[in-house]
């Protein structure tokens, strides 16, 4: 009896998700009323001749013919199918309607409802709690940038960013305790502390090139690249180094609690066989994550007989950089972390 | 500096890290190299959702049978990760054609026949950018898969009469804990990846051109469908677990 009750009320809840979700994705389709350019649905294609019926603005329901020319291997160029929507301005000398872009909006939105939705339904709470983290740190970071904008520092904001970042998320995760603070202290430690090795390694090695950096806003010195550098370095090793102090701090403080009188040597030994589970297949997702998004570019390098070498020394550059101090972050993360409980446990419990 | 930073690593590995870290840093060199001939096998003319799932699969072997040992922790984690390829290869083959975000945008990258390049290849850059999809999804797949059967084989030893259905949940439960930093650290990695694209954005465009922009397309879809394959791992692996650890 409890448990159909409790079976009801989940497919309740269910359903009530699926619904919402079904409509913020329709929302997302259809709404063309709130972009001021103007928007075509493409009815038929032929080669390259496309068919398109207006669906916003004044011109509504009127049909326009479209030429798109691509290459089949559509590096720089999109194939357009029937259904896709397309934003096209109308241009007077030529008397003719041009494709401006495709829409991708309720795409983005489709995979991102898909994504929470099972958040919820796999992580229920937990999930929850991900989503208005994830939530609040894309506002946060839209908001640097919008200061970034305004002519703040790059590496100021990105600072301010892993504090909040970091406070936020292991408040969320963990709730307010003493296992909070004391990874909030390690996490910012370990991420200061590759930080300060890296910058110290740039002002020694010699000069970066940054040609190769994509979307570097132009014209810029090599000051603002260093420091966009050094807050690329901070952030991305920030997710994996939370991971890393979370496990060992709670770790730690289990054992401590346990056993009031455990050596350093025994508390060192254990936390670490439990880092050693963790820290291969992390380093591998730090690894792969980066690396990815330099397979077409490698491809089209090669193709245009660029020496291998050479692609991996230009391209590869940062990707390696933000790689190889993501893997130090995970390795300075651990002794930090049972540095941090042994020293201040104590001390956070007399308060 | 990167020498640098390389020697670096490595002092830190011989100070702080024991056999198995050392071993891990091996085993990611190895999978640089699988990752590197997957790349040539797709540039001599192999599919290159087919050469990247290969690579995928070897990777996966690397990862979990050398680095880790070869145990039935590691066989589930093994088989939930080729079932969590092939349900994600699906969903993103569909999303990918029906965005059109292969290739480059216009303005990424300066290979353009006006520079006296050859802009054109024979090889299929949807598939390229589905396989780029996959090389993203499968790292944080063996990460979720591996801590799943790995803590779910602990449960079972501690309670040898466990239903296969509280053992399902109990896997669940576990996954709920991870999942927020697995989310978390894709979230971090991607942001610092594309921090200078975000820049660019907030320059030159407002927000409806970058939200319909192919590389913020790219970008989004890509990290969310690692996510979700993260997350299709935890189910997946419980069930796998819950049939095999049974048995023992």
């Known amino acids: 009896m409890f448990v159909m009750k409790i079976k009801k009320k989940s497919i309740l809840k269910l359903s009530a998700l699926i619904i919402l979700s079904i409509t913020v994705y329709f929302l997302f389709y259809n709404n063309f009323s709130l972009y001021k350019d103007t928007i075509a649905k493409v009815d038929s294609v032929k080669h390259y001749d496309i068919t398109a019926t207006i669906v916003n603005g004044e011109d509504k329901g009127n049909k326009i013919e479209l030429t798109n020319k691509y290459e089949d291997s559509l590096v720089y160029d999109e194939k357009y199918n029937e259904g896709n929507y397309l934003f096209v301005s109308y241009s007077l000398v030529s008397d003719s309607w041009s494709i401006m872009g495709m829409k991708r909006d309720y795409i983005i939105a489709l995979v991102l409802i898909i994504l929470f939705d099972l958040l919820i339904i796999i992580g229920f709470k937990q999930g929850f709690y991900t989503i208005i983290g994830l939530c609040i740190n894309i506002t946060i970071f839209s908001l640097s940038m919008f200061f970034y904008t305004k002519g703040t520092n790059i590496l100021i904001l990105s600072i301010f960013m892993v504090i909040i970042f970091s406070c936020l998320i292991l408040y969320l995760i963990n709730g307010h305790n003493k296992n909070t603070l004391l990874s909030i202290f390690s996490t910012l430690a370990s991420v200061t502390l590759i930080a300060t090795i890296s910058s110290i390694i740039m002002f020694f090695a010699p000069n970066i090139s940054y040609d190769f950096m994509e979307f570097m806003p132009q014209p810029h010195s090599t000051m603002d690249a260093n420091l966009l550098l050094i807050s690329e370095i901070l952030i991305g090793g920030l997710g994996v180094i939370m991971d890393i102090s979370v496990t060992i701090t709670t770790c730690a403080t289990e054992l401590i609690e346990k056993n009031s009188n455990i050596s350093k040597k025994d508390l060192v030994k254990s936390c670490k066989e439990v880092a050693d589970d963790i820290t291969g297949t992390m380093i591998n997702v730090v690894l792969l994550t980066n690396i990815a998004a330099f397979m077409p570019i490698f491809i089209l390098a090669v193709n245009n007989e660029f020496r291998i070498t050479t692609i991996i020394k230009n391209n590869m550059y940062f990707e390696t950089i933000r790689f190889l101090t993501g893997s130090m972050g995970i390795i300075i993360a651990i002794p930090l972390s049972i540095l941090v409980v042994s020293k201040f446990s104590r001390r956070l419990e007399i308060k | ?248």
Do not use: W
């Not at chain 2, 898969?145 to 896997?171: C, M, P, Q």
């Open chain 2, 1 to 248: 500096m990167i020498l640098i930073l390389s020697i670096i690593l490595i002092l830190l590995v011989f100070l702080f890290g024991s056999n198995r870290t050392a071993q891990s840093i091996v085993t990611t060199m190895i999978n640089l190299g699988v990752f590197f001939c997957t790349l040539i096998a797709i540039y001599l003319g192999l599919n290159s959702i087919l050469a990247t799932i290969i690579g995928c699969i070897i990777i996966s072997l690397i990862t979990l049978f050398y680095q880790n040992d070869f145990n039935i922790k590691t066989k589930t984690a093994f088989l939930s990760v080729l079932i969590v390829i092939l349900v994600s290869l699906g969903f993103t083959y569909f999303i990918a054609s029906f965005s059109n975000i292969q290739g480059f945008p216009v303005g990424q990258y300066e290979i353009r026949q006006s520079n006296g390049y050859l802009d054109t290849v024979d090889i299929n850059m949807m598939f390229l950018q589905i396989a780029v999809i996959l090389i993203v999804l499968i790292g944080s797949a063996i990460d979720t898969s591996l801590a799943v059967s790995s803590s779910l084989y602990e449960v079972k030893n501690h309670n040898k009469d466990i239903t296969r259905k509280e053992l399902f949940l109990s896997g669940i439960s576990i996954g709920r804990g991870i999942l927020s930093s697995t989310i978390n650290t894709l979230f971090f990695i991607f942001i610092a990846e594309y921090m200078s694209l975000f820049l660019y954005f907030s320059k030159y465009y407002n927000f409806s051109q970058m939200i319909n922009s192919k590389e913020f397309a790219q970008e989004v879809i890509t990290i969310a469908i690692a996510g979700i394959a993260s997350i299709l791992a935890i189910p997946i692996t419980s069930l796998i677990c819950s049939k095999k650890y049974n048995k023992i």
